[in-house]
């Protein structure tokens, strides 16, 4: 059984790779236990490295956010999920599922380490969340994971960003530049090299351990 300085030596080790993936000192304390105070003294000596602004405190942004953002957001939220399931701890499973998000995307990242942990609290009912509001959905349609608000009806492509993104990537320029593919013919193979892209996310992650 781990003794209390186990628990506490793993809050420190979290709490450094939280503050490297630029995480506010409330995400820290929330996700670790560890007060601010030491959070900042430990790995924020400079107070103007601090993260700044308000952090998201509702899901509301993710179903107002735009479909590059949404599709972001379910690239984390179906590893995260995955990842919960396999018996990891929340706080384990959103480190792990946000580097997952980073392996596969470009810098900057749109989606920040602190709404990363604003959509898993929503997920699971924890953290900033009484109870769950979102929930992950398999699309019947690309069968690509994705998140909806619970008691959400799946129809094939109604509610999935992944068939909206793929319809809308041969016309818009945008979608795209942020999920560039080999050069394609028909739209059969934009579809597999999207698809590609959040496939990739299954074992972007598996085996690996938080650094420490």
């Given amino acids: 059984m781990p003794t209390r300085g186990d628990r506490q030596l793993r809050a420190i080790q979290q709490a450094k790779q939280l503050a490297a993936l630029g995480a506010r000192l409330k995400t820290i304390h929330l996700m670790t236990g ?4 030491q959070v900042q003294r430990l790995f924020f000596p400079d107070a103007c490295t601090i993260p700044r602004g308000r952090a998201p405190d509702s899901a509301e942004w993710y179903h107002s956010a735009n479909l590059i953002l949404r599709t972001d957001a379910c690239l984390i939220g179906a590893k995260y999920r995955q990842l919960r399931n396999q018996g990891l701890a929340a706080s384990e499973a959103l480190i792990l599922a946000y580097r ?13 380490l602190d709404r990363a ?69 028909s739209m059969a193979e934009r579809q597999l090299g999207m698809l590609a892209l959040f496939h990739k996310l299954s074992f972007a992650a598996e085996g690996d351990t938080p650094a420490e």
């Fill in 100 to 112: 997952a998000y980073q392996s596969v995307t470009r810098s900057p990242y749109r989606i920040s």
């Fill in 117 to 185: 942990f604003n959509l898993v609290s929503h997920i699971d009912g924890i953290w900033l969340a009484r109870t769950p509001a979102l929930t992950v959905l398999t699309c019947p349609g690309c069968g690509c994971e994705f998140i909806a608000a619970i008691g959400t009806t799946i129809h094939p492509g109604e509610a999935c960003p992944f068939c909206k993104l793929l319809e809308r990537f041969h016309v818009d320029h945008r979608i795209q530049a942020s999920y560039p593919v080999r050069p394609v013919i």
């Fill in 34 to 37: 560890l007060p601010p105070r």
